[in-house]
């Protein structure tokens, strides 16, 4: 990791992880507040199970601790900025669907995804302080919407809301495997910390 | 906005104004214009306008740009601003928009004199927007997910123009919709923000003039967050009667932030707040157990939290949510002490034990009775006595000696230790000094030296002294190392205090010190009344009564006496307050005083009512000195006088009583010895003791007027003095009339023939009638008098008044009529009346005869007198005419008279039953 070894950049790094493992944290705690709102506006099962979302990163990896850091933040990077998508899409189909009817499931969206956005600026930011910057948005967005029906849509918005749970908690794990003082301790995690 | 507005209006009122028909009947066409066309400018900056002709104008109306006259509202720019640029422009330069106002106008002279408008801007004037400064934002909680953040900011100075602010806030990455404030220029909402990442915020200001941006401030929300406060608080008792356990619920997830708190509390009824130690609640939690507090007290709580490290703003404090904690034992006895009253029998007390209820947080719960244990102390041997009671007070007979006493207060958790006091047999121990007690912020404080023993405690003792009520006694316990306390109670100000301080040792008491105080003095309700207890003529004695307590509403520190006269100035004296009687001197006397006495106390006086008296004019003994003297002199004057008369009797007697013959030893006595028995009464017969009276008949000459006094008339007169000039001094025997002439005049018994013969009108006769003596026959003589006895009024009258009313009265009348005979003929010789002069027969009985002349009809009444006179002596009655012209005796025989009716009668009188009767 070529990590910038300024005293302001290791600075910037901790204040970036730690108020990124807080918006994980909100995140997290926000997204599944929402996923209560939506599944119940949406008239859906809480306890349906939903197949992989196509286009989604799975936040469970097999060698989580064996990643770098850079891994992890363009791992994190690269799924956040597919919710960013797919929240965008879904606040858009939610909007067609229920209209100003029910603002505050709307509002919620909104909420998160500018959280989401809120975690990938952060994500780049890191990327910056690691001397590497940003990869390019462009071809890294999900594949664009198959044309779904209703229900599917549906089902498919509760698989987003229940991975970005899932990757808020990684995220913040990531982040706070980042955060560590000593740059190799993150790939030896403790097996207590994995996900 | 409303100068614009206004501008506007006034624009197109100018607009409308400066069009005119350049053609009859044609087109409304404007014949010039000015660039700008309603500027806004900045105040202060410089401005220069051009008016534009137009060619068409040029032709038509001979107009050319040097005739262009500019105008500010009405008012003319000076030329010196004017520069003509060519035909038809001309421009107009202000070099300071400030001295600019709207319209500003185009104007131009046709014809040389005639105004005309061509056109019309309006200007505004305004400053550009000021950079906003001292930005800053909060974040409000107004519930669990909804985060509006505030901001606000200085807007700057007033521009005068329609200025916008904007909110403008980004993240790096992304831009977000500007913030535009409503109704306000110096704060806005943006209704939900995201927490944990840097928000760029700013203010943008912009009007015509400009636009202007605060420095940006960047933050992160989460840092400026105002949390929501705890809520669902409840207080809970422990086990612990110190302990209350609180639980509330955060409202702001711990995702978000994590909180600390602070946690007040109080006593309910208090207003002092305490606070648990911020330390013990800087760690995020939902419950905490307040510590050290008062057993059966209840608490009020109320909590608040903000972000753990700090940074942001507290929240409010929460609603607030009371507690109370358990029972625990009484902490202290109740303090005792008693009331001895060894005046039923000397051989035994009835002492009243008093305690006091124990302050809650002495009692530390509900006290459900109190054991009371008297011990005597000279039998130790005995066992104690032991009462159970619900009260404060417990009255017991106890023979005379030493007790034991122990209270103690007992509640559902147990007892408190137990208060002793020790009754002893008499108060025998050192006693405090120097009571002395001090007002002090609305208190009485109660303060004395303590004596050299060691003391337990004092007990101070007060009840407040009124004339109205009973003296009440409080008290109060104090430890034995104090000097001084506050009484505890309600002391209330004007009110007289007795207060005492017992001091308390281990083995007895001392005797009680005592003092007066007042919490606060106040001048006397009423002054004293004063009065007089003596008056004298220069001094007076006053009295008074001293105020009841209850009236001198302090300490009477002295009087004041206030005394004057009613024009006099007032003089004071002050007076011992412990005086009831003082003497005013050097008083003026019989002069009325008005006194008034003022009663004061240290905060002022108040006078009675004012009391008046008057000094004697004699002082003591003045009077007495003044009339022994002038009664002994009286006394003494009235012996001389005695005396000198008593030596000089003869010589006053013959002044005061002159010698007066006895006409009861006249001639006439001689042939009319008949006396009458009634005159035996009268002073006369007194001076006469013979028993002899004499009877005066007067017979009065009248005349009725002047003319009729002729000389023949009046012959008889002469006759008479003749004859008096010859009988003067000698004459005897019956006397007659006399009429101012001497009263030795006497008439002779031969003159009688002559004046009955020779006189026609006037004969000096007296009638002489005799009535029977009593039931004798009487004995009609008429017959002269011959006496020479001067007629007394007073002693005839003496007489009428002994013989009887009826001849008083009709001698009073008599005279009265004779009396005013002489008013009216004063001119004239009047008569006489004869006297008779009997010196050498003053035994025999004198008759009087009235002599009356009638100058009219003398004569015939001579001739009829002797008719008459036997006519009356047979009636009785005599009744001659008022004036004397005609006798009428069938009038008198018709209708007899009384004696007062008796018209005016002038002939000679006839002496009627109980008259005048010779005899």
């Known amino acids: 990791m070529a990590a910038a070894d300024s005293p302001s950049a290791a600075l910037r790094r901790r204040d970036l992880c730690s108020r990124g493992i807080r918006l994980a944290g909100k995140m997290r705690s926000d997204v599944i507040d929402l996923l209560d709102t939506y599944v119940e506006r949406q008239g859906l099962d809480a306890s349906a199970s939903v197949a992989a979302v196509e286009g989604v990163p799975a936040a469970a990896a097999e060698r989580w601790d064996e990643q770098t850091g850079t891994q992890r933040l363009l791992d994190n990077l690269a799924a956040y900025r597919a919710f960013r998508a797919l929240l965008a899409q879904m606040l858009e189909e939610q909007r067609e669907q229920l209209g100003e009817a029910d603002a505050a499931l709307g509002r919620a969206l909104a909420a998160v995804l500018l959280q989401v956005s809120a975690f990938a600026y952060h994500l780049e930011e890191l990327l910056r302080l690691e001397s590497r910057g940003p990869p390019s948005e462009e071809g890294a967005g999900p594949p664009p919407p198959p044309h779904l029906g209703l229900f599917e849509r549906k089902l498919r918005g509760l698989g987003v809301l229940r991975e970005l749970a899932q990757w808020a908690v990684r995220s913040a794990r990531d982040l706070r495997q980042l955060a560590k003082p000593s740059p190799g301790s993150s790939s030896a995690p403790s097996p207590a910390e994995s996900p | 906005m409303f100068s614009a507005w206004n501008w506007v209006a006034h624009g197109l009122y100018l607009l409308l104004n400066i069009c005119f028909l350049e053609v009859s009947g044609g087109l409304v066409q404007?014949?010039?214009h000015i660039i700008p066309e309603s500027p806004v400018l900045a105040l202060g900056s410089n401005f220069t306008a051009l008016c534009i002709l137009n060619e068409s104008c040029l032709d038509f109306g001979n107009i050319y740009a040097n005739q262009i006259i500019w105008k500010i509202k009405n008012r003319v720019v000076p030329k010196e601003q004017y520069r003509e640029i060519n035909r038809t422009v001309s421009s107009v330069t202000f070099n300071d928009t400030s001295s600019l106002a709207t319209p500003l106008t185009c104007n131009i002279l046709a014809d040389g004199q005639i105004e005309q408008n061509i056109y019309g801007i309006t200007v505004t004037i305004g400053l550009p927007p000021e950079k906003p400064k001292n930005l800053s934002c909060i974040v409000h909680q107004v519930s669990k997910l909804t985060y509006p953040m505030t901001c606000t900011w200085n807007p700057g100075r007033h521009t005068f123009l329609d200025t916008h602010f904007r909110l403008k806030y980004r993240w790096p990455q992304e831009n977000f919709p500007d913030c535009i404030p409503k109704d306000v220029n110096n704060s806005c909402t943006i209704t939900d923000v995201q927490f944990f990442v840097n928000l760029e915020v700013w203010v943008e200001a912009a009007n015509a003039l400009g636009k202007a941006e605060s420095d940006p401030l960047v933050l992160d929300p989460i840092e400026i967050v105002k949390p929501l406060s705890p809520h669902n608080l409840s207080v809970n008792s422990g086990i612990l009667p110190t302990v209350l356990k609180l639980s509330w619920e955060n409202r702001i997830s711990a995702a978000v932030m994590k909180l600390k708190f602070n946690i007040r509390y109080r006593i309910i009824g208090d207003t002092n707040w305490m606070q648990v130690p911020p330390e013990d609640t800087a760690s995020p939690r939902t419950s905490f157990s307040v510590q050290g507090l008062r057993p059966y007290t209840e608490y009020v709580f109320s909590i608040r939290c903000m972000k753990e490290d700090g940074v942001g703003y507290w929240s409010d404090w929460s609603e607030e949510k009371t507690g109370v904690t358990t029972e625990d034992k009484p902490t202290k006895?109740?303090?005792?002490?008693?009331?001895?009253?060894?005046?039923?029998?000397?051989a035994s007390w009835t002492v009243q034990l008093m305690w006091k209820a124990l302050e809650p947080f002495e009692a530390n719960g509900v006290i459900l009775q109190y054991e009371v244990t008297v011990r005597a102390k000279s039998s130790l041997s005995s066992p104690p006595e032991k009462y159970s009671v619900n009260t404060t007070n417990l009255t017991l007979k106890l023979p005379n000696g030493t007790y034991e006493v122990t209270v103690i207060a007992r509640n559902r958790v147990g007892a408190s230790p137990p208060s002793v006091l020790l009754i002893p047999a008499?108060?025998?121990?050192?006693?405090?000094?120097?009571?002395?007690?001090?007002?002090?912020?609305?208190?009485?404080?109660?303060?004395?030296?303590?004596?050299?023993?060691?003391?337990?405690?004092?007990?101070?003792?007060?009840?407040?002294?009124?004339?109205?009520?009973?003296?009440?006694?409080?008290?109060?316990?104090?430890?034995?190392?104090?000097?001084?306390?506050?009484?505890?109670?309600?002391?209330?100000?004007?009110?007289?205090?007795?207060?005492?301080?017992?001091?308390?040792?281990?083995?007895?008491?001392?005797?009680?010190?005592?003092?007066?105080?007042?919490?606060?003095?106040?001048?006397?309700?009423?002054?004293?009344?004063?009065?007089?207890?003596?008056?004298?003529?220069a001094e007076a004695v006053l009295t008074w009564n001293h105020l009841t307590v209850d009236?001198?509403?302090g300490f009477i520190r002295s009087y004041t006496i206030f005394y004057k006269t009613i024009d006099g100035n007032e003089t004071a004296v002050t007076v011992d307050p412990s005086k009831t009687e003082y003497t005013l001197s050097s008083l003026t006397s019989d002069t009325l005083y008005t006194v008034r006495m003022m009663a004061y106390t240290d905060e002022g006086g108040r006078s009675g009512p004012d009391f008046t008296f008057t000094t004697q004019k004699f002082g003591k003994g003045e009077i007495e000195a003044i009339v022994v003297p002038v009664c002994l002199a009286f006394l003494l004057i009235v012996l001389l006088g005695v005396l000198f008369c008593f030596n000089k009797r003869d010589l006053i007697k013959k002044h005061i009583w002159p010698i007066v013959p006895d006409p009861s030893k006249s001639n006439i006595a001689q042939w009319s010895p008949q006396v009458p028995a009634k005159h035996n009464f009268s002073s006369k017969d007194q001076m006469y003791p013979e028993g002899s009276f004499t009877d005066v008949s007067v017979v009065e000459i009248e005349a009725d007027d002047k003319k009729s006094f002729s000389e023949q008339d009046l012959k008889p007169f002469d006759l008479l003095k003749k004859e008096k000039s010859t009988s003067e001094g000698h004459s005897s025997g019956i006397g007659g009339s006399s009429c101012m002439s001497s009263p030795r005049q006497s008439v002779s018994d031969s003159d009688e023939g002559e004046a009955t013969q020779n006189t026609?009108?006037?004969?000096?006769?007296?009638?002489?009638?005799?009535?029977?003596?009593?039931?004798?026959?009487?004995?009609?003589?008429?017959?002269?008098?011959?006496?020479?006895?001067?007629?007394?009024?007073?002693?005839?009258?003496?007489?009428d008044h002994a013989g009887g009313g009826d001849s008083a009265t009709q001698r009073q009348q008599y005279f009265k009529r004779n009396g005013g005979q002489d008013e009216t003929n004063t001119d004239r010789p009047c008569f006489e009346r004869t006297k008779q002069i009997t010196p050498a027969n003053e035994g025999d009985l004198v008759g009087f005869a009235q002599l009356q002349i009638s100058g009219q009809s003398s004569q015939p009444l001579g001739i009829e007198l002797e008719k008459n006179t036997q006519e009356a002596a047979l009636s009785d009655v005599l009744q001659t005419s008022t004036e004397g012209q005609t006798v009428r005796p069938e009038t008198v025989e018709g209708s007899p008279l009384s004696v007062d009716e008796m018209p005016k009668s002038y002939l000679p009188q006839t002496v009627r039953q109980g008259g005048y009767m010779p005899q």
């Not at chain 2, 006895?333 to 000397?346: E, F, K, L, M, T």
């Not at chain 2, 002395?436 to 609305?442: E, S, V, Y």
């Not at chain 2, 007296?766 to 004798?776: A, F, H």
């Not at chain 2, 020479?788 to 002693?795: A, I, K, N, W, Y």
Request: aromatic content about 10%; proline content about 8%.
């Open chain 2, 30 to 32: 404007s014949c010039g």
């Open chain 2, 551 to 553: 009236e001198q509403n």
């Open chain 2, 333 to 346: 006895g109740p303090p005792i002490w008693r009331i001895i009253d060894a005046s039923h029998s000397p």
């Open chain 2, 426 to 537: 008499s108060n025998s121990k050192a006693p405090v000094k120097n009571v002395r007690t001090l007002p002090k912020d609305g208190k009485l404080w109660v303060g004395w030296t303590a004596p050299n023993s060691y003391v337990l405690k004092y007990v101070i003792e007060w009840c407040l002294v009124s004339n109205s009520s009973d003296c009440i006694t409080e008290w109060q316990n104090e430890p034995g190392n104090v000097q001084g306390t506050y009484l505890k109670g309600d002391i209330k100000p004007f009110k007289c205090y007795l207060i005492t301080v017992y001091p308390l040792y281990a083995d007895g008491q001392g005797s009680g010190q005592s003092v007066k105080a007042y919490l606060q003095q106040d001048r006397p309700s009423k002054g004293p009344t004063v009065q007089t207890k003596k008056v004298g003529k």
């Open chain 2, 760 to 799: 026609s009108s006037t004969v000096q006769y007296s009638t002489v009638v005799l009535n029977g003596y009593r039931d004798q026959t009487p004995v009609q003589v008429f017959s002269r008098s011959e006496s020479t006895q001067p007629l007394l009024d007073s002693e005839e009258r003496s007489e």
